[in-house]
Structures are given as structure tokens and as C-alpha cells.
């Protein structure tokens, strides 16, 4: 069950190679133009009205041993419309041949949740961020997510064009992990609750025409020094709808709480 809560933690939660060519410096500095217009164009959740994201996450518990290592995975499906402001989230996951599933709304402040198909609990914004106990596993306690991989770390990316897609491009190395793990995580190795980053790979694909995102799918692996411990956590989704969700229609069993 433990793992099962920290894999949902990081569902519910979305890199840069240097060329050795001959190029010039005007070359250079033109591509570089180039890669910071096209990551300004690039929609996030963020910039859209509504939008469909179907998700796979596998998380991989002492990935350093066969004899040990386990395996956890889950699928989800989230949906979002901006106006009127509702979140939809619903998540299964299986560990140890068990299945559990957690669905989620919040509805401007209010936030409904239930677990395994049960009753619905209802918790404001303000109530959860006052007892952190009472937040529902679902609900990520770090900022590392597909968005927080693409947004924080543009410069290490690089961008590869086919005619209809941009395909954003990120893989870690010795040289510059240590630099993506404090930005994403800062100085402070507790940070992390499963361990130091100790390697990440990313790929995000945008439209060319409309700069909407298509698809995500991203790797990264953690040490915990206590026990030599290795994590592997694998997420990938894929949008769908954008801005073409009319409505999310809210059970009526959340209407009567």
C-alpha cells in the first residue's frame, strides 16, 4: 500500500545535448533565438480553456535488485474546464495485486474525493493546506511533474522538428545533473521524499500550428543513501479535447454535500 501512495503522489503530479559541429557563431546564436521564440509559443496547461490528459505512471521500488524490486502502475484520466473552474481526476493503480482507485473534483475552492468507489469527502483549499494529514493521497507534495520538467528546464532542452511537430528533447548527464536537481528540487536533498535525482530523460511533443501540447513522456531515477535504494519513476500522457470540453458533469451525490 505505501507504494501505491507514493506513486498516486507522483501521478497526480509532467532534457539538453551540445553539438560539436562547425557551425558558426551566427549560426549559434540563431538557433538559440529560435529555441526561446518557440518555448514562448508553446501552450501549457496552464495557457488552455479545457483539455483531456490520459496518463500511465510506473514506479519501480528497489529497481538496484531483481530479487527485490517491485513494480507499481497506474493509469488516470484527468479533465479540466476553466470556466466554470472544475478539476476531474479519476486514478487506478495496482501494487501487489491489489487495485485501488481514487477519484477527485475541485470545484473552485472545494475539493471532493473518495477512494475505492466509496462516499464522497468534502475539504476546501484552506482546510487541506491547514491539516496536511487530511489531504488525500492523490495530491502530490512536490512540484515534480511534467510541467515542472518542462517548465523549469528550458535551457537544457533541445527541440527537434518534423513537419507538423516540435519535439522538445532532454537527457541528463554528468555534467549537468547536479545543476537540474537543485533546480528542481533545490539544495536540500529532503526535498525529494524519494531520494536524490540521480538521472532524468524527457520528451514533449507541441502542434506546429497551433502550439498545442500533443503528448509527454518522461523517466527519472532517485537514490535513497540511507539504503542504497533505487526508485524509477516512468510517466507518459497524452492530451486530448483542447479546449473542446463543454462540460464536466458533477454526481449529484457531491451536489447534496
Same mark, same amino acid.
Given at each position: ?5 507514493? /506513486? ?25 533565438? =529560435?529555441?526561446? $521564440? ?13 483539455? /483531456? ?8 521500488? @528497489? ?9 507499481? @502502475?497506474? @493509469? ?27 477519484? /477527485?473534483?475541485?470545484?473552485?475552492? $472545494? @475539493?471532493?474525493?473518495? #477512494? =475505492? ?13 491547514? =491539516? ?14 511534467? =510541467? ?16 507538423? /511537430?516540435?519535439?522538445?528533447?532532454? #537527457? ?67 492530451? $486530448? ?11 449529484? $451525490?457531491?451536489?447534496?454535500?
Amino acid at each position: 500500500m505505501k507504494k501505491y501512495l507514493m /506513486v498516486t503522489l507522483i501521478v497526480v503530479m509532467f532534457l539538453m545535448g551540445c553539438s560539436q559541429g562547425t557551425k558558426s557563431n551566427s549560426s549559434e546564436d540563431t538557433e538559440a533565438v =529560435n529555441k526561446k $521564440e518557440v518555448f514562448s509559443k508553446l501552450l501549457r496547461e496552464k495557457d488552455l480553456m479545457s483539455y /483531456v490528459v490520459k496518463t500511465k505512471s510506473e514506479a519501480i521500488f @528497489n529497481a538496484q535488485s531483481d530479487e527485490k524490486k517491485e513494480v507499481t @502502475n497506474s @493509469n488516470g484520466t484527468v479533465e479540466m474546464t476553466r470556466e466554470p473552474k472544475i478539476y476531474h481526476a479519476k486514478w487506478e493503480g495496482i501494487s501487489d495485486n491489489t487495485k485501488n482507485e481514487s477519484e /477527485v473534483y475541485i470545484i473552485d475552492k $472545494e @475539493n471532493f474525493y473518495r #477512494e =475505492n468507489k466509496g462516499e464522497w469527502n468534502k475539504k476546501t483549499i484552506d482546510d487541506m493546506n491547514g =491539516n496536511k494529514e487530511d489531504i488525500p493521497t492523490f495530491v502530490a507534495k512536490t512540484t515534480f511533474d511534467s =510541467n515542472s520538467i518542462l517548465e523549469n528546464l528550458e535551457s537544457y532542452y533541445e527541440i527537434v522538428e518534423s513537419r507538423d /511537430v516540435y519535439i522538445l528533447k532532454l #537527457e541528463s548527464n554528468s555534467d549537468n545533473i547536479s545543476e537540474i536537481k537543485n533546480i528542481l528540487f533545490g539544495k536540500d536533498e529532503s526535498n525529494s521524499f524519494i531520494g536524490e535525482l540521480t538521472s532524468i530523460k524527457a520528451e514533449f511533443s507541441f502542434e506546429k500550428d497551433t502550439y498545442y501540447p500533443i503528448s509527454y513522456d518522461w523517466k527519472a531515477s532517485f537514490l535513497d543513501k540511507g539504503n542504497d535504494e533505487v526508485t524509477q519513476i516512468n510517466q507518459s500522457g497524452k492530451y $486530448e479535447d483542447i479546449n473542446k470540453v463543454e462540460e464536466i458533469k458533477i454526481p449529484e $451525490e457531491i451536489k447534496n454535500l
